[in-house]
């Protein structure tokens, strides 16, 4: 179990790493997005006092069954959220940004869901938790609150950005989840 413990925790910096190399090239902010919302800096200081309180306790995965799905669920999520990052290009921002000069991306990962980066995310942090320990739940407790509270804000962003197109293209692809949520 440890291998693979290991191979996801290398998985997960070498994803981060990328993201945050990437997001160099990145378009500029409008300047209204560049103030910190309250709502994300309760979640953040309510997850990582959650976090440090069952700091310690495991949860640790023991069937090599539950850890190989987790595994694959996993390295499924990072692959939908690289593809999602990789075909928003320089559209893409940190959770709840308005770029200065916005497009409406609805193609590639788009088409099957509104916000696929946090899906990907989202699929990656179940499938570490399914593989490694339990306790990693948590993190995914709070990423789904921030992520659904991010996703709610920037489609009021993009409804104004886009009064026709975006109405037309939520109508028919759900936010997180294809076909479900």
Known sequence: MSTVRSFIFVVWAIFWIYWLISALGAKESSARS???RPVSLIIIVVGGVAIRQLRGSSLAVHSPVLAAVGAVVFLSGL???LWARV???RNWGMPMTERAEPELVTSGPYRFVRHPIYSGILLGMLGTAMATDLYF???FG???AYFSYSAT???RLLSASFPDA???YRA???MLIPYVL
């Open 153 to 155: 804000v920037e489609e």
């Open 166 to 168: 975006y109405p037309r």
């Open 79 to 81: 692959g939908l959220a």
């Open 142 to 144: 709070i990423a789904l």
């Open 34 to 36: 560049r103030r910190i």
């Open 137 to 139: 739940l948590v993190a």
């Open 87 to 89: 075909h928003l290009g």
């Open 172 to 174: 028919h692809t759900k």
